[in-house]
């Protein structure tokens, strides 16, 4: 009597992708059909209106900071101790004052921060500062 001891199965070293390629096919044209369907908005008969009048758009006041620490509201000289007393004047006409701060590479940092300490003390609440692309 003979005992063959060396197996015949032995395991598969290749993956069968027939079945994975056959359910990305399906759901590509699951996709196909619906994405049409997604697209489609709701019509709609809009009523007509009066004609309203526009959103006002801020007032924007450029504030700017020259090489020599000279500061100018909308290109007028102020000095700054009158400047949050300016600002506070400008804020009171113009509730949704915008402030875009030009400050000159040049100038010296604690220039820039008085500035911005009495745009502050003022309740300048929307202040940018304007830069150019490199």
Same mark, same amino acid.
């Given at each position: 009597?003979?005992? =063959? ?10 993956? =069968?992708?027939?079945?994975? @390629?056959?359910?990305?096919? @399906? *759901? *590509? ?16 008969? *809009? ?9 006002? %758009? ?9 090489? %020599? ?31 875009? *701060?030009?400050?000159?590479? =040049? ?6 921060? %008085? @500035? ?19």
């Amino acid at each position: 009597m003979n005992i =063959n001891t060396s197996s015949e199965q032995t395991a598969m070293a290749e993956i =069968n992708v027939t079945p994975l @390629v056959d359910v990305m096919l @399906v *759901l *590509l044209i699951v996709f196909i059909v619906t994405a049409p369907l997604l697209m489609q908005a709701v019509k709609v008969d *809009l009523p007509g209106t009066a004609a309203v009048e526009p959103v006002k %758009q801020s007032r924007v006041v450029q504030l700017t900071v020259n090489a %020599q620490g000279i500061v100018y509201i909308d290109q007028r000289p102020i000095h700054l101790d009158v400047l949050e007393s300016e600002l506070k004047t400008l804020l009171a006409a113009t509730p949704d004052l915008s402030v875009q *701060l030009h400050a000159d590479e =040049n100038v010296k940092y604690g220039r820039v921060a %008085q @500035v911005m300490a009495a745009a502050s003390r003022a309740n300048i609440k929307k202040l940018g500062f304007v830069t150019v692309r490199e």
